[in-house]
């Protein structure tokens, strides 16, 4: 059995890509979700990858869905923090459960899931965390202060955890997408769509299999050498430093 990869939202979306994409390069993936278990299971029917239910912003309910799937499938190697919400709304009018929904599933989630898997990691000498950010992170977006701040706490994790397990055989890196074809994206008006891709400066959205090839280049041997990096895949759409 090759080293074992956990996938948080990873039945649907980039998620799903990124599931399929570690599958395909050779490791053991397990696909986390929070409710849609009819999907969750035609994924696993589909790909023959494990599906496991917890809910990222449960801090007891990750410990124990680490647990299931190390019972399951061995220590984990790899840990992808991709699940994430949006409550989308103008500040002026967002309510309190708006706020904290989105930084309890968004950014909790980066202790609840890392910490569980942080101690073995470092016992074995090896470890790639690989969080999943937003190109609104960088730049901002309009109804999204709740969101983009959550994305943003993403990067300033990244890069103090990566400092402080350097020296274990750890990297963790963060991935900032822009627009990418999901289905969520895929449902906006034509209207809309139109302008999201003006804005683009290759003229298409992204593919989820393009972030996923990019997780699996940072779950690799390969990628020893890169940690603590912010890795921008927009199409050209916003620019920004690491």
Not at 13 to 18: D, E, L, N, P
Not at 54 to 74: F, K, N
């Amino acid at each position: 059995m090759g080293k074992v990869a956990l996938v948080t939202g990873g039945t649907r979306g980039i998620g799903a890509a990124v599931s399929i994409g570690l599958k395909a390069a050779g490791y053991t993936v397990a696909a986390s979700f929070a409710g849609n278990v009819e999907k969750a299971n035609a994924f696993q029917a589909e790909t023959g990858i494990p599906v496991f239910q917890w809910d990222v912003g449960d801090v007891e309910g990750c410990a124990a869905g680490v647990r299931t799937v190390e019972t399951a499938l061995g220590a984990i190697d790899i840990l992808v923090n991709n699940a994430g919400i949006t409550r989308d709304g103008w500040f002026h009018k967002m309510e309190p459960d708006q706020w904290s929904s989105v930084m309890r599933t968004n950014l909790d989630s980066m202790f609840s899931m890392t910490r569980p898997v942080i101690e073995g990691m470092r016992d074995r000498g090896f470890g790639r965390i690989i969080n999943i950010s937003s190109i609104n992170a960088q730049k901002g977006q309009l109804g999204q202060v709740n969101y983009a701040t959550a994305k943003a706490g993403i990067i300033g994790f990244t890069k103090a955890l990566a400092l402080e397990n350097a020296r274990k055989g750890i990297t963790v890196n963060c991935i900032c997408p822009g627009y990418i074809d999901t289905d969520m994206v895929m449902a906006v008006p034509p209207k809309v769509m139109e302008g999201i891709l003006g804005q683009i400066p290759v003229g298409r959205l992204g593919k989820s299999e393009e972030i996923a090839a990019l997780v699996a280049y940072l779950a690799s041997d390969a990628s020893a050498f890169m940690t603590g990096a912010v890795l921008s895949i927009n199409g050209g759409q916003y620019m920004a430093n690491g």
